[in-house]
């Protein structure tokens, strides 16, 4: 879709600010690293600001306050709130409200980061121009009665500034030689941690949204992206997020990298967190074997159709597990039904009958290529 955008639209508070940080961060950042180098302590406070401002958008803006999968005693909620700042990605009210509304809108005009407006849009276009009236806030409502949420929004300039690019300045003036160390506490610790931390979080908005798999619902744009779940401590499972929007995870399978979800399992053991809201694996696997169904289905149907030969032993087994596959989710469906969990045995078998038949629709397609 081409998106024509007005001059006049332009937002000019974001995008010189955006424009500047990422100058800095990305040019003058690798360029002071040549000349200078940062100590032990200036890379670990990196490091840890890497990971309390990253952390703090995917549990806390996030899974805590815009979805609100879990609840959190105050030191959580304070932590997040600031390092949260930290990230220069708007106060946790205004980001979660647009995300709640990117949910309920999903792929739709409603939708402020709609991946139907372009890549560019979706990332960061959404960010540095306003085509519309500004949206209200009254979708967090929730979140305005707490007074830690209220104090951050009220002071989250000072907060990003004092906390995020001041200090670390601070820092390096005393541990490294001067202002020297200061300029590299600003523009390494700050500056580039804080371009790498807003692009892995515009990288769910856009590139998760049209490149990955959609194991669960082809409802929305919404994909899964293990690569991605790499660098956004395991958002990138994003299909079954937007499938499932209220589980404390993302990456749901055991092997799935998703260090959020063992971070609030950590701070739940520590009597920090509680009541971690979780999908039941009925519904999970009732997702996957529906969808897997209906993939298999609408490919069988394209094959079939098209002239020439097919590999007739794999369509012939394709036919077997679609029918099996059909037999499972109305045994799932009984259970539900009836109330009653399903069996660990009846879920793996299920899983493993349902994945035969995606690696068969594989090898026909491979096989009729």
């Known amino acids: 879709m081409n998106l024509r955008i007005p001059f006049h639209r332009v937002n000019w508070v974001n995008t010189s600010f955006l424009f500047v940080i990422s100058l800095v961060g990305i040019v003058g950042a690798p360029l002071y690293l040549i000349k200078y180098d940062l100590n032990w302590i200036l890379w670990s406070l990196f490091t840890f600001y890497m990971i309390s401002t990253g952390l703090s958008i995917t549990l806390g803006y996030h899974r805590l306050f815009s979805h609100l999968s879990f609840k959190a005693k105050w030191p959580v909620r304070l932590f997040t709130l600031v390092f949260g700042a930290c990230a220069f990605e708007n106060s946790v009210v205004h980001w979660a409200s647009d995300h709640r509304r990117h949910h309920k809108h999903t792929d739709h005009d409603d939708d402020p980061y709609d991946i139907t407006k372009g890549f560019f849009w979706a990332h960061i276009g959404w960010i540095l121009f306003?085509?519309?009236?500004?949206?209200?806030?009254?979708?967090?409502?929730?979140?305005?009665?707490?007074?830690?949420?209220?104090?951050?929004?009220?002071?989250?300039?000072?907060i990003a500034l004092l906390v995020g690019l001041i200090f670390p300045a601070v820092v390096g003036y005393f541990v490294l030689d001067g202002w020297v160390g200061a300029l590299g506490g600003f523009l390494v610790v700050g500056a580039m941690r804080v371009v790498l931390v807003q692009q892995s979080t515009f990288f769910i908005n856009s590139l998760c949204h049209c490149v990955g798999d959609q194991p669960y619902s082809t409802r929305c744009s919404a994909r899964d992206s293990w690569i991605m779940a790499l660098v956004t401590y395991g958002e990138g499972y994003h299909n079954y997020h937007h499938e499932f929007q209220h589980d404390y995870r993302n990456g749901v399978k055991p092997w799935n990298f998703d260090p959020t979800k063992w971070t609030i399992m950590i701070l739940h053991k520590l009597g920090l967190v509680s009541d971690l809201r979780r999908v039941p694996d009925n519904k999970i696997v009732g997702a996957e074997m529906k969808e897997a169904q209906r993939k298999a289905e609408e490919k069988l149907a394209q094959l079939e159709a098209q002239e020439g030969s097919l590999n007739e032993p794999t369509v012939a087994r394709v036919h077997e597990l679609l029918d099996q596959l059909k037999e499972n989710i109305s045994e799932l469906e009984d259970i539900v039904a009836r109330q009653v969990v399903a069996s660990k045995e009846n879920l793996k078998r299920w899983r493993r009958e349902t994945r035969e038949l995606i690696n068969g629709l594989g090898e026909l397609r491979l096989q009729s290529a």
Do not use: C, H, M, S
């Open 130 to 158: 306003k085509l519309d009236a500004e949206q209200p806030i009254d979708n967090v409502k929730d979140l305005q009665r707490d007074a830690l949420v209220r104090f951050q929004d009220r002071f989250y300039v000072w």
